[in-house]
């Protein structure tokens, strides 16, 4: 059963999966801290590149489909037009500022 964006518990992590469903770059570069890090499938990368070419490029879009860790740990259905649909796993990391620092993502 999909979690609806409104209710993901976290600010942060809600202000993350709704900017990525919108195509909204400037929003999803808002919610991040400035030295914001990731990882794909354990493999650190560059954020930018990443983000435009998974997300951004390829209209990206999640469907949350459980939350753990306080809203922290996502299980979500991922689909981009490159790759089609996959199971993803997702965790961030949230400053004190409610800034995400680090996320990482893979297939669950």
């Known amino acids: 059963m999909t979690i609806q964006v ?22 999803f570069e808002a ?3 400035p030295d914001a890090t990731m990882s794909d499938d354990g493999a650190d990368r560059d954020l930018a590149d990443w983000t435009d070419r ?3 490029s390829s209209r990206g879009h999640m469907e949350v489909d459980n939350e753990s860790n306080g809203g922290r740990a996502l299980i979500a ?9 996959m199971k993803t796993r997702w965790s961030f990391t949230v400053d004190d500022g409610g800034r995400i620092i680090r996320f990482e993502t893979g297939q669950a």
């Open 77 to 85: 259905r991922y689909s981009n037009d490159t790759w089609g649909e």
């Open 31 to 33: 919610v991040l801290a």
């Open 54 to 56: 998974e997300i951004f």
């Open 6 to 27: 409104a209710k993901l518990s976290d600010p942060a992590v809600r202000a993350f999966v709704t900017a990525v469903n919108a195509h909204d770059r400037a929003a």
